[in-house]
């Protein structure tokens, strides 16, 4: 596609000119990018998710947790049963790396009581999602 819209010295440039002709389109395309996704991120807002083949450009619900290393870590040893070196191992604690921990742990089972421990917010991003 990008062959077909661009001249073949810009894609491939062998000289400083069509280096400097590249250079200058992929500011501009950056920039036409970051407006079109702010306009197309303002119309869905107002007027909905917008269908694009199999995927839709929409909102996009996450929740993030504010864990606290100490209470986490006092819950694991105590309440979850695990070893110190075992908590430390958890201690870079991000909600994704907190569930990949546990589970080569083999403790899923202490991620719902983990993550009721710590405050949470949901977050919404506007992206492209594959329709369900």
Same mark, same amino acid.
């Given at each position: 596609?990008?062959?077909? $819209?661009?001249?073949? /010295? $810009? ?5 400083? *000119?069509?280096?400097?002709? =590249?250079? =200058?389109?992929?500011?501009? $395309? ?7 996704? /702010? ?26 947790? *504010? ?10 040893? /105590?309440?979850?049963?695990?070893? /110190? ?13 907190? *569930? ?23 977050? *919404? ?5 594959? $329709?369900?």
């Amino acid at each position: 596609m990008a062959q077909a $819209i661009v001249p073949v /010295n $810009i894609l491939y440039p062998t000289t400083q *000119e069509d280096a400097v002709k =590249t250079a =200058t389109l992929l500011l501009a $395309i950056q920039t036409m990018d970051a407006e079109l996704k /702010n306009n197309l991120k303002r119309y869905v807002k107002e007027s909905g998710p917008v269908p694009v083949g199999d995927v839709v450009y929409g909102p996009k619900i996450s929740t993030s947790y *504010e864990l606290d290393p100490k209470e986490i870590t006092d819950y694991l040893l /105590n309440e979850g049963g695990l070893e /110190n070196d075992q908590a430390w191992g958890l201690l870079n604690l991000t909600k994704t790396n907190l *569930e990949r921990g546990l589970k080569k742990l083999r403790r899923k089972d202490l991620i719902p009581k983990v993550l009721e421990l710590a405050p949470s917010k949901p977050t *919404e991003s506007i992206q492209f999602c594959k $329709i369900k």
